[in-house]
């Protein structure tokens, strides 16, 4: 018997192999820099930093008295606003007793791949922790194929292709996780895929959770549609406050499953481990997220303006990598980018540059650029892909991100706004620039210091 760990023996089925979430190291990491004192331009994290509403805010003040235990479920009341939000938001069927309250949507995904039978379909790229969540319950993953060529679009020929040679390998294909607008590329799921998807997954019998916890953050080129509206029968649907209101901390999510006897009986399921596991999500923040929820115009209102930001922001930051020749793939949501540099595929070699990941860190070492390598979204190595995201940069301090939604409030125009006070994304840009510039030339840049910008 190895005593190397003795007494603590782990378990063989959960860990091996895994990591902590990549996000979250990159996030602990560029703020461990900073403390340091070394500058960098933090496009690795996707949390948005827009300020907390004051109405929001102060219903959580007003609340911070409520200690009891709430209901597995959620508070009845919470669930009811939530239900109506989502049948007037979203149109999707959503009844109060088909609701379920969690900490965070991250935490219901994890109890519904425990609860349900079947394997993992997961669309390439896919955010970084739907894949470890399956290996921790012991869900085999089946990859649907997409590349950077076709900008990775989710094809249904391509999910027929997986689900297909996962039987012919004695596989169980049960579950489709959608995520739309999708982390990592900010590609959105169009009304016509949606509407042929359902259909195949209602002759094959498939269950989908779609994650729609971007649903409210469009840039206005495609608009939004969830999947439970062509396919209600089949899906479940997980959301929460983190994106839209910058609540990510609070963590309070949703899941909405099916109006039949089936949504009822997978719900009980997720409800028992909730039991058994977390109890119930925080009292004064459920009873905060009335406030969020209940379609108050001045938070809408709100919403809108921090989506407007986010848009433009993002899109922004698009063209200009374009314009410097990145092949990137148009978001239509979201606040992410999903770069490939392919292209340079020789010089990068030559600089002993093989993989995302040497890539990623050769940008942070050299340019002072956190970005994560797209590998730990499912993409192959050697495709050279980066996830990037807008929502940190000039938002480092909430006095900087409270700034930028000032100005939005007096009426700068988009174009000054972007141009004259987002100092470090435009700066952010210019190391792009410099980069492609050394590939172009084959030329290791000289390691020149970077201004440091204030925090």
Request: hydrophobic letters at 45%; one cysteine or more; proline letters at 7%.
């Amino acid at each position: 018997m190895s005593r190397r760990f003795f007494p603590f023996r782990f378990s063989p089925a959960g860990l091996r192999g895994l990591e902590p979430s990549a996000t979250l190291v990159i996030n602990e990491r560029v703020n461990e820099m900073w403390r340091e004192g070394q500058w960098v331009y933090h496009l690795g994290f996707g949390e948005s930093r827009f300020p907390v509403h004051p109405k929001i805010a102060q219903a959580l003040r007003d609340n911070a008295y409520q200690h009891q235990y709430l209901p597995s479920l959620g508070a009845r009341e919470l669930r009811e606003k939530i239900a109506t939000f989502y049948e007037e938001r979203f149109n999707i069927p959503a009844m109060p007793e088909h609701i379920i309250v969690g900490p965070g949507s991250k935490a219901l995904i994890y109890a519904l791949l425990l609860a349900l039978d079947g394997e993992l379909m997961l669309p390439t790229p896919s955010w970084v922790s739907y894949q470890p969540q399956a290996h921790l319950v012991g869900k085999r993953v089946n990859w649907i194929p997409a590349s950077a060529e076709d900008g990775w679009e989710l094809r249904l020929s391509a999910i027929e292709q997986a689900v297909d040679e996962a039987r012919n390998a004695w596989g169980n294909p049960g579950i489709v996780l959608l995520n739309s607008p999708n982390n990592p590329t900010g590609r959105m799921l169009s009304m016509h895929f949606l509407e042929d998807f359902a259909q195949y997954a209602r002759e094959q019998g498939l269950v989908v959770l779609s994650d729609e916890i971007y649903g409210l953050v469009e840039h206005g080129r495609v608009k939004h549609r969830s999947v439970a509206r062509y396919y209600p029968e089949g899906t479940v649907v997980l959301g929460g406050l983190s994106k839209h209101l910058s609540l990510g901390g609070w963590r309070l999510g949703v899941a909405i499953f099916p109006p039949n006897r089936a949504g009822a009986e997978v719900l009980r399921a997720v409800r028992t481990i909730a039991s058994e596991t977390w109890s119930a999500t925080t009292a004064p923040v459920q009873f905060a997220a009335l406030m969020a929820y209940g379609m108050d115009p001045d938070v809408w209102e709100y919403i809108q303006l921090c989506t407007h930001l986010h848009a433009i922001r993002t899109q922004y930051l698009w063209k200009q990598l374009a314009e410097i020749g990145i092949r990137v793939p148009q978001p239509d949501g979201a606040f992410y980018l999903f770069p490939d540099f392919a292209r340079w595929r020789e010089p990068l070699a030559r600089m002993g540059i093989r993989t995302d990941t040497q890539l990623a860190m050769f940008l942070l070492d050299k340019f002072q650029l956190a970005t994560l390598p797209g590998s730990v979204f499912g993409a192959p190595p050697d495709a050279l892909s980066l996830r990037l995201s807008s929502s940190y940069l000039d938002m480092e301090t909430m006095d900087q991100a409270q700034a930028i939604v000032d100005k939005a409030v007096e009426g700068v125009a988009d174009d000054i706004l972007l141009r004259e006070f987002h100092p470090n994304m435009n700066a952010a840009i210019e190391q792009f620039r410099r980069f492609v510039a050394m590939l172009e030339t084959d030329k290791v840049p000289d390691p020149s210091p970077v201004p440091v910008l204030a925090l």
